[in-house]
Nanobody, 123 residues
């Protein structure tokens, strides 16, 4: 009932910036939380950032605090992840997700997932 499509990934040099977009369509009014997760080669999927669609609160993994910013354009049903000061360890497939639980940012609480967009940071 909800479709999520990520875009904006690519190859960038360390220290550079990228902005990821997640366009949502369908029954988006049923979602309360949207977030970004990533999975690097040989690693498990990890939480990156999330935003509450109820109160607007944002949450970040310690590894990206101060460098990444999550935001939402309600008119376009789109969430963004501004990624600055990128590091090689940020290299991963980034997934957009949406959940119906109001304040739950866990991956297991997410009900819908995008196909992912690859971010590669070179040194």
């Amino acid at each position: 009932q909800v479709r999520l499509v990520e875009s904006g990934g690519g190859l960038v040099q360390a220290g550079g910036s990228l902005r990821l977009s997640c366009a949502a369509s369908g029954r988006t009014f049923s979602s309360y939380t949207m977030g970004w997760f990533r999975q690097a080669p040989g690693k498990e999927r990890e939480f990156v950032a999330a935003i509450s669609l109820v109160g607007g609160s944002t949450y970040y993994a310690d590894s990206v605090k101060g460098r990444f910013t999550i935001s939402r354009d309600n008119a376009k049903n789109t969430v963004y992840l501004q990624m600055n000061s990128l590091k090689p360890e940020d290299t991963a497939v980034y997934y957009c997700a949406a959940g119906t639980a109001p304040y739950d940012i866990r991956a297991g609480a997410m009900d819908y997932w995008g196909k992912g967009t690859l971010v590669t940071v070179s040194s």
